[in-house]
């Protein structure tokens, strides 16, 4: 995967809609290319963050990120074709679960 179908596939793997390669292929690209998981993190921001932000609460981007690659990553492992959705599903839980404890603990 290159920079440029990185970027195109920012929205679907917010949206939980990447195919098991393209999210393989997504996680290792932003494990490698910082200009890349910092345009993540700015659309993971606009998303999702925004909410928080203007809650007035504290919210850890950057922590949220690295947290959900890494969830990401430890289940493409164990990965199987048919629980796609259950993967998806425990990936962002798994994300916002450390981001509500993140505004807990500020
Ligand atoms: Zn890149």
Same mark, same amino acid.
């Given at each position: 995967?290159?920079?440029?179908?990185?970027?195109?596939?920012?929205?679907?793997?917010?949206?939980?809609?990447?195919?098991?390669?393209?999210? =393989?292929?997504?996680?290792?690209?932003?494990?490698?290319?910082?200009?890349?998981?910092?345009?993540?993190?700015?659309?993971?921001?606009?998303?999702?963050?925004?909410?928080?932000?203007?809650?007035?609460?504290?919210?850890?981007?950057?922590?949220?990120?690295?947290?959900?690659?890494?969830?990401?990553?430890?289940?493409?492992?164990?990965?199987?074709?048919?629980? =796609? =959705?259950?993967?998806?599903?425990?990936?962002?839980?798994?994300?916002?679960?450390?981001?509500?404890?993140?505004?807990?603990?500020?």
């Amino acid at each position: 995967m290159n920079c440029k179908e990185f970027v195109r596939c920012i929205p679907a793997f917010l949206n939980k809609d990447l195919e098991y390669a393209q999210l =393989k292929d997504f996680c290792e690209h932003a494990d490698s290319c910082p200009e890349c998981k910092e345009e993540l993190t700015i659309q993971l921001l606009i998303s999702k963050g925004i909410v928080h932000l203007e809650a007035g609460d504290a919210f850890d981007l950057n922590k949220e990120l690295s947290n959900c690659i890494a969830e990401a990553q430890r289940q493409l492992k164990s990965y199987r074709l048919n629980r =796609k =959705k259950a993967f998806y599903l425990e990936l962002i839980g798994g994300a916002f679960a450390v981001a509500s404890l993140v505004v807990l603990f500020l």
